[in-house]
């Protein structure tokens, strides 16, 4: 049973556009979640992450987007840039050893 | 800056053969992981460790087994592979509470 589920499976977006990457659990034991960007050939890297306690969190052009109520959260990538074309994965914390769930990904590509 | 080494880029095995993948951190973390990653598939859990010599089940473990015996160092084993493990394995690290999860670059691993 997959914990944390992560939609679109791809986005394709124009230059300067808005990426949209949403993902839900059901979990309510999960504390903290990050999103990793992962490009090709590299390991995921850590990109901005969100306690349950807050609902937005901003970095740049970067917005994690976080609904307690109906176990959302979302990451926003304003004025898309090509450089921003990579695999992003949700994640969410479990209680136990700190282990993280990931998402299936979603692969971001962003046409100039 | 902080690593997460593997120690081979790619690796072709053959059917039947043991392999040992390497994975080596140098940021004193309590808890190191071993993922595959397949297209559409994301990150799957395959075994991880929270202390030199304890190991707990991902959620794909069969035909795997792993080995730590330093702090540092966590071995990911095929005892014999098959080509259905043809993947690209990653290796992360965090501290025990799953803060600063940082992974490696990944080994791509064929087996024919």
């Known amino acids: 049973q997959q914990q944390v589920k992560q939609s679109p499976q791809s986005l394709i977006v124009q230059k300067g556009g808005i990426s949209i990457i949403n993902c839900a659990y059901e979990?309510?034991?999960?504390?903290?979640f990050p999103w990793y960007q992962q490009f090709p050939g590299k390991g995921p890297a850590l990109l901005i992450a969100?306690?349950?306690?807050?609902s937005e969190k901003k970095e740049g052009r970067f917005t994690i987007s976080f609904n307690k109520s109906a176990k959302q959260f979302s990451l926003h990538i304003m004025d898309s840039q090509p450089g921003d074309s990579a695999t992003y994965f949700c994640?969410?914390?479990?209680?136990?050893?700190?282990?993280?769930?990931f998402g299936r990904g979603t692969q971001l590509t962003v046409w100039p | 800056d902080v690593k997460v080494t593997q120690s081979s880029r790619y690796l072709v095995k053959r059917t039947g053969e043991k392999v040992f993948l390497e994975c080596v951190q140098d940021?004193?973390?309590?808890?190191m992981f071993w993922y595959r990653q397949d297209p559409g598939l994301g990150l799957r859990l395959i075994y991880f460790?929270?202390?030199?010599?304890?190991?707990e089940k991902g959620d794909i473990p069969e035909g795997y087994s792993v080995s730590r015996e330093k702090k540092e160092r966590f071995s990911l084993i095929l005892e014999s592979a098959s080509t259905n493990q043809t993947s690209m394995y990653l290796c992360?690290?965090?501290?025990?509470?799953?803060?600063?999860?940082?992974f490696g670059s990944g080994t791509r691993l064929t087996v024919v």
């Open positions: 969100i306690r349950p306690d807050v």
């Open positions: 994640a969410a914390r479990g209680s136990t050893l700190g282990r993280l769930y």
């Open positions: 460790s929270y202390d030199v010599k304890m190991k």
């Open positions: 992360a690290s965090s501290l025990l509470q799953g803060f600063g999860y940082t």
């Open positions: 979990n309510t034991a999960f504390d903290y």
């Open positions: 940021m004193d973390h309590e808890n």
